[in-house]
Nanobody, 128 residues
Framework: QVQLVESGGGLVQTGGSLRLSCAAS????????MGWFRQAPGKEREFVAV????????HYADSVKGRFTISGDNAKNAVYLQMNSLKPEDTAVYYC?????????????????????WGQGTQVTVSS
């Protein structure tokens, strides 16, 4: 099992940027596909981005493609989400998650139920 702790959320104006961090501890970081999900009030948790075990491949939701970048640092056991050109509709609690399933399964289904470990979440609020 891996333990995840997110940080970096906050309040930002439309068009601004934030960088979320996720620190992992426990089992070897490279054993997992790492991802970011978000959940807005009254909505279901939705897929944002994932990065492969090697860090060489990424995949994004259409709604954030071109604006968000997921990256990882295996030496620091950390994964990041750089968010640029933020919009009010990006307002949500952002969660870091880890999955043991194969990469192709993860990017095909893009569902939170494939991820077995979760952080506590960090709030991102984008004001208009």
């Amino acid at each position: 099992q891996v333990q995840l702790v997110e940080s970096g959320g906050g309040l930002v104006q439309t068009g601004g940027s934030l960088r979320l961090s996720c620190a992992a501890s426990g089992r070897t970081f490279r054993s997992y596909v790492m991802g970011w999900f978000r959940q807005a009030p009254g909505k279901e948790r939705e897929f944002v981005a994932v990065i492969s075990r090697s860090g060489g491949t990424t995949h994004y939701a259409d709604s954030v493609k071109g604006r968000f970048t997921i990256s990882g640092d295996n030496a620091k056991n950390a994964v990041y989400l750089q968010m640029n050109s933020l919009k009010p509709e990006d307002t949500a609690v952002y969660y870091c998650a880890a999955a043991s399933l194969p990469w192709n399964t993860i990017v095909t289904r893009k569902t939170n139920t494939d991820f077995g470990s979760w952080g506590q979440g960090t709030q991102v609020t984008v004001s208009s």
